[in-house]
């Protein structure tokens, strides 16, 4: 009977609780995970909740005990939590996920204000990643066909030869269109459009991405002989069939799917002989999309994008392609600062 009083005290919130809507964090966690999911948002938020604010955060009964206080504890216990602190960067991640959970907390009525989470300076720990300049892109390509032609001819290299080039149409590809590697992997053939020379993108990659993609001639190309060694195959084996819609578009003439290409990308660069200062300095795949983003801003043989079509490219914000992608200077604005013709060349 005395539970039973309490429990109407609380309805009627005479007991100083007048918000009876109470949630743990573990409940909190839980109705987050599956408005992420449900929004299609990056499994990032769910790892995040699961390897850190859950273990914390598990044993808070109400969410509104959750005060500055406790989230300055949770922020020591997340530094000292790993041999290697966080960067900047990491923690700044990290901390936009947490404010967002708090923010669900207080859209379902579970807590009343939400605690002040810091914000790290990266300036002076924020390292971009590398690009390719124009020589060592150059380098890059002469390099990647030189090893196609060494094993051009040697029937026991198969396999190797098919995979270099697969990843010289790759490296092109990346390099003419700026789509992330994660995304080329979840090309099918329908979504390539011959005629109009696009990508279309269909939930693609770690971002779940669905654009449309613009890609230079020289990627088409590259997609085209992909297309063309898988025929040859096909036709090699008596088989009348061409590629279906639904098939994987990175795959080897008969049919294996390619779901990485680092080994082989790892290979090419020592090839290449670029010196490195240490291992974070070192060209990935990914250093092609910083590439291409660049060349885009700087270059001198047609017009140059303007910083909007290149996040609708890229698929990211501006402020992204400033901060992050664009390796421009400003010796590639001379000719612009100067007021000079600016002189077009349609060599090929």
């Excluded at 964090?25 to 769910?46: G, I, P, Q, T």
């Excluded at 290979?267 to 070192?282: G, H, P, Q, R, S």
Aim: charged share 30%.
């Amino acid at each position: 009977m005395v539970a039973l009083g309490m429990y109407y005290d609380i309805q009627r919130g005479e007991t100083g609780l007048d918000k009876p809507n109470v949630a743990s964090f573990e409940k909190l966690a839980e109705v987050y995970k599956a408005h992420v999911e449900k929004r299609m948002m990056s499994n990032y938020h769910v790892d995040t909740l699961n390897r850190y604010f859950v273990p914390y955060f598990g044993e808070v009964t109400d969410v509104r005990e959750i005060n500055q206080s406790m989230v300055t504890r949770y922020i020591e216990w997340r530094l000292a939590k790993s041999t290697k602190p966080p960067t900047p960067q990491t923690l700044n991640r990290e901390n936009t996920v947490l404010r967002q959970v708090f923010r669900h907390a207080a859209m379902q009525g579970w807590l009343d204000e939400t605690p002040e989470i810091p914000n790290y300076s990266e300036k002076n720990t924020r390292k971009r990643r590398r690009h390719f300049t124009s020589e060592e892109y150059r380098t890059l390509h002469r390099t990647a066909r030189k090893r196609i032609s060494r094993v051009r001819n040697a029937k026991l290299q198969m396999p190797t030869f098919w995979h270099r080039q697969l990843l010289y149409d790759v490296i092109l590809l990346i390099a003419n269109s700026g789509l992330r590697v994660d995304e080329l992997l979840t090309l099918r053939w329908r979504n390539i459009d011959f005629a109009a020379g696009h990508v279309v993108l269909e939930r693609a990659g770690k971002t779940k991405s669905s654009r449309r993609v613009i890609v230079r001639p020289s990627g088409m190309i590259a997609i085209k002989r992909i297309r063309d060694r898988r025929h040859d195959w096909l036709d090699g084996q008596g088989d009348e069939e061409r590629v279906k819609a639904t098939d994987a578009v990175l795959t080897l003439p008969n049919g294996t799917v390619v779901k990485s290409f680092k080994k082989g990308f790892n290979a090419l660069l020592e090839e290449c002989e670029f010196i490195y200062e240490n291992v974070e300095d070192k060209h990935s795949m990914t250093s092609l999309r910083h590439t291409y983003a660049t060349f885009a801003l700087t270059r001198t043989d047609g017009k140059r994008a303007s910083m909007r079509a290149l996040a609708k490219q890229m698929g990211t914000s501006e402020r992204m392609i400033q901060q992050h992608y664009g390796h421009d200077e400003i010796v590639d604005y001379e000719d612009e600062l100067l007021g000079k013709k600016e002189v077009i060349s349609y060599a090929k």
